[in-house]
């Protein structure tokens, strides 16, 4: 059936009586006024609303209504409706409308929905689907909208709901309809609190006017902003809410998430064998870990929700079919890694946390639905020691993420560390503050030694030793990309602040076990100085444009401002040309605050210009009312660093 087309006219702002396709709650959303946005936002959603129905035997129906409204090109890809399913989750019902600025309304039918497997062709996740309509190239002014119906089996007695992306919202609310004699309690996160409205055993929580929220710099997740709504359900008495469970603290979750995983990490006899070749030369209990570690890090990484939905995506596949596929998506590797090490008689436990965001969870809400990733935690002996070694009631843990290829052993990535994750070891379980590294093991250390001709023409080598996650910054990029590409990026780089440069005998070194990152070229930059009427030469001693985070400016921040734990070191030599002397140093500079540090200082030695400099950044979260200061600190760092040297040729 090819879709339905149906044009309607405007009645004092309101469409005409609508045909028996289109729901009335669709053509009155499309006649909502909305405020003049800014140039900049792509779309408003009109409306947004999600009505769920808990049934006693743990079947959870949910209710979906969204409508947007396209403001440009770009909000044209927001135009989309989509729903997952699985075994245990159903899609009943999928179906979009498309109403034109002029009033025409396009309707979607079955045959206009897509109905692909998520994954591909890999077999420990084909059951997972997703059905979606996607209208083609819409018009700006255009609204899309539609609604759908999903049955699912919950695994919790919980729910919660995001009142908006980063878009405006006109309306935006979570609808919750118990059994009778239930009850609800709710919290909102990012949001003044919200009393919900009441009926009987129904309660709504709404927010109007929500603005648009323009991701700012060095900022946590959207997802960590946005008003959230956390549920919890509680039936009366000894009522069962089908085989789900209700969390009444963090030992609740661990012990549900266990026991979820419980049988899934025995070994085969070819598992037991492969870790019996890894550990064959590893001399102490850390380097047997280590063998193991790196070899899962290897396992292909298929990115899967945790989260999917109410509770289908927190089981590991058994870690036999992991190891023989070779991929697996977080917990899948996790729990890779934790049969393995049994094999090898060392215990280790599964840890969720929130990946991309340090703050993102709350610890007054136990629930598994507020992390979207798993780790490890191995237990070790006093004999192991490193910076992301940390006691807890289950013993000495040593924290590791297997799907971060690009972090070793001993190391976190920079956005979980400080976060709160759940330690699921059974009863002895809770919520653990993840360790954190000090500035000094996240060190970039940079050395330039050049030569300045006297027409300004510059040769120079660079040398430079990373460490921690500055070195992780610096392996992902060589790792994900081809050296032509890792070339192509470190010219764009000395692009900032060096005229052409053009890089030869470029030399990678990745101690990937010592965590450390090094690299040595050679550039040169014609007319990296400014020649001036035959006499002046003017340069910047410092060459190298410094890594620490930039602010644009902005008249008032909103969100909180994210620094990261670092270290950065500049050694700078410049020989001058032959007939010059230095007319004009720049300044020393130094700066001291509750997140940083900078020195810079300028010193002449024979024919040579030095610059030394360091940056020390504290791991820290400060309130977006500390914008201007922050921005002073490191626009103040950046001006030093910039300065000019002016040479004088002599005997002119």
């Not at 819409?138 to 609204?143: D, F, L, N, T, W």
């Not at 215990?347 to 992390?371: A, C, H, K, M, T």
Request: with cysteine.
């Amino acid at each position: 059936m090819l879709p339905v087309a149906v044009c309607l006219t405007f009645v004092s702002g309101l469409m005409a009586a609508p045909t028996k396709e289109i729901p009335s709650w669709v053509l009155e959303v499309s006649s909502r006024s909305i405020p003049a946005y800014a140039g900049k936002v792509p779309a408003t959603i009109l409306l947004s609303e999600q009505h769920v129905v808990v049934d006693p035997s743990g079947l959870i129906t949910t209710h979906t209504r969204m409508a947007l409204k396209i403001l440009t090109h770009e909000g044209q890809r927001q135009a989309v409706a989509k729903e997952f399913y699985f075994n245990g989750r159903r899609v009943k019902q999928l179906h979009a409308w498309l109403v034109a600025p002029n009033g025409f309304v396009k309707t979607y039918e079955k045959n206009d929905v897509s109905d692909i497997g998520a994954f591909g062709e890999m077999e420990l996740y084909n059951d997972i689907r997703v059905r979606a309509i996607k209208p083609e190239n819409p018009e700006i002014g255009a609204v899309f909208a539609y609604e759908s119906e999903v049955e699912e089996n919950s695994l919790f007695a919980q729910d919660q709901y995001e009142f908006q992306t980063n878009l405006p919202a006109v309306q935006s609310r979570y609808i919750l309809t118990l059994p009778a004699g239930w009850a609800a309690s709710g919290v909102v996160f990012n949001h003044d609190p919200i009393p919900p409205v009441v009926d009987g055993s129904t309660y709504t929580w709404e927010l109007k006017e929500l603005p648009f929220r323009e991701h700012e710099e060095h900022s946590p997740s959207m997802e960590g902003l946005v008003p959230r709504l956390a549920v919890d359900f509680h039936p009366p008495g000894n009522v069962q809410f089908g085989t789900s469970t209700c969390f009444r603290s963090w030992s609740d979750v661990s012990q549900w998430q266990s026991q979820l995983a419980a049988g899934q990490d025995e070994a085969s006899p070819e598992m037991a064998a492969k870790v019996r070749e890894l550990t064959a030369n590893a001399p102490t209990e850390y380097a047997r870990i280590q063998a193991i570690g790196r070899y899962v890090q290897a396992v292909k990484y298929v990115e899967i929700l945790m989260d999917l939905f109410h509770g289908g995506g927190y089981k590991p596949h058994a870690a036999n079919l992991v190891f023989r596929k070779q991929y697996g998506d977080c917990k899948d590797k996790a729990n890779l890694m934790r049969a393995l090490l049994k094999a090898a008689g060392v215990e280790s436990y599964l840890v969720i946390i929130y990946s991309g965001d340090r703050n993102f969870v709350r610890e007054q809400w136990p629930s598994p639905q507020q992390f979207n990733h798993m780790i490890l935690a191995i237990r070790v002996s006093d004999a192991t020691n490193a910076p992301t070694v940390i006691a807890s009631a289950a013993g000495r843990l040593l924290l590791f993420d297997p799907t971060s290829v690009t972090t070793p052993m001993g190391d976190l990535p920079w956005f979980e560390q400080g976060s709160w994750a759940l330690l699921c070891a059974g009863p002895q379980g809770s919520l653990l503050k993840m360790p954190a590294t000090r500035p000094e093991a996240n060190l970039m250390e940079v050395t330039v030694e050049g030569t300045l001709s006297g027409a300004g023409d510059l040769s120079a080598s660079l040398s430079s030793m990373r460490t921690g996650q500055s070195a992780d910054l610096e392996r992902a990029q060589h790792f994900y990309g081809t050296a032509d590409q890792f070339r192509a990026e470190l010219e764009r780089t000395l692009a900032r602040t060096v005229k052409g440069p053009a890089i030869s005998n470029l030399d990678v070194q990745d101690a990937f076990e010592e965590n450390a990152f090094r690299l040595k070229l050679q550039f040169v930059s014609p007319g990296y100085g400014q020649l001036m009427q035959q006499r002046l030469l003017v340069f910047s001693p410092s060459v190298l444009e410094p890594p620490g985070p930039t602010f644009s400016h902005i008249s008032k921040r909103t969100e909180p401002i994210v620094l990261r734990a670092a270290v950065y070191r500049k050694h700078a030599r410049m020989k001058l040309p032959p007939g010059f002397t230095v007319d004009e140093m720049p300044e020393a500079a130094h700066m001291d605050s509750d997140f940083g540090r900078f020195s810079l200082t300028f010193s002449q030695q024979a024919d040579e210009l030095v610059v030394d400099e360091e940056l020390t950044t504290q791991a820290v979260t400060l309130p977006a009312d500390d914008y201007a200061r922050v921005k002073k600190f490191f626009d103040q760092f950046d001006g030093a660093d910039q300065q000019r040297a002016v040479l004088v040729k002599t005997g002119s």
